[in-house]
């Protein structure tokens, strides 16, 4: 589960997939973020049935990888970068449309009495 609060960016343009952690955090900085300030980078691979995501958690750069035999739903190729909510990157990973995931405001209960 991630928590809500985190902010996650997707790389739109592909990456090659032979980069380990060292490789993927230079493509942070070089892209002007802080590869240390607990956001998830998320990166996909030219076919688009693999992603990749590096963070910071507190101790140490952790490596998410996720290979399918069906291609992962991702943006137009570009040199952009997205950004996603912990729903759609969920979404995302379990091969749905992330695109229509939405978030919704949920007001408490009020107490009636």
Aim: glycine residues 10%; charged residues 25%.
């Amino acid at each position: 589960m991630i928590p809500s609060g985190v902010k996650v960016f997707l790389a739109s343009h592909p990456v090659g997939f032979r980069k380990g952690i060292d490789g993927l955090v230079a493509l942070v900085r070089d892209a002007g973020s802080d590869p240390f300030d607990g956001a998830l980078y998320v990166f996909r691979a030219k076919r688009a049935d693999r992603i990749k995501i590096v963070w910071w958690d507190g101790s140490g750069v952790c490596l998410y990888l996720k290979l399918e035999k069906t291609k992962f739903c991702w943006p137009r190729i570009g040199h952009h970068r997205v950004q996603l909510n912990p729903a759609q990157l969920m979404a995302l990973l379990d091969g749905m449309d992330w695109k229509r995931v939405r978030t919704m405001a949920v007001k408490p209960p009020q107490i009636v009495g």
